[in-house]
């Protein structure tokens, strides 16, 4: 059984950073594109970052500039770093990878809170 668990979340200044992380675990013979995406109250859940399996990355135009994702195979982890926050960027951050273990499919985490105060 596959499964994403995301950390990082919290409450922040504007201006300020955070890091999440996003590992998954259980029997896994390949990840392909992982990502996060993030639902503010009210609106639909909308992608925030992209990475390929070889390392190519797609940000959404809101967070160009001020947020990086990486991965690291080895441990099956993917991250956000988040920089120069705004308070828009408050919502829930889930992490999603495209997984093949007995089958191929995508996987979600459960979600990680972040709160940008002005």
């Known amino acids: 059984q596959v499964q994403l668990v995301e950390s990082g979340g919290g409450l922040v200044q504007a201006g300020g950073s955070l890091r999440l992380s996003c590992a998954a675990s259980?029997?896994?013979?390949?990840?392909?594109?992982m990502g996060w995406y993030r639902q503010a109250p009210g609106k639909q859940r909308e992608l925030v970052a992209v990475?390929?399996?070889?390392?190519?990355?797609n940000y959404a135009d809101s967070v160009k500039g001020r947020f990086t994702i990486s991965r690291d195979n080895a441990k099956n982890t993917v991250y956000l770093q988040m920089n120069s926050l705004k308070p828009e960027d408050t919502g829930t951050y889930y992490c999603?990878?495209?997984?093949?273990?007995?089958?191929?499919?995508?996987?979600w985490g459960q979600g990680t809170q972040v709160t940008v105060s002005s």
């Open positions: 259980g029997t896994i013979f390949s990840i392909n594109a």
């Open positions: 990475i390929s399996s070889g390392g190519s990355t």
């Open positions: 999603n990878a495209d997984i093949t273990a007995y089958y191929r499919r995508d996987y």
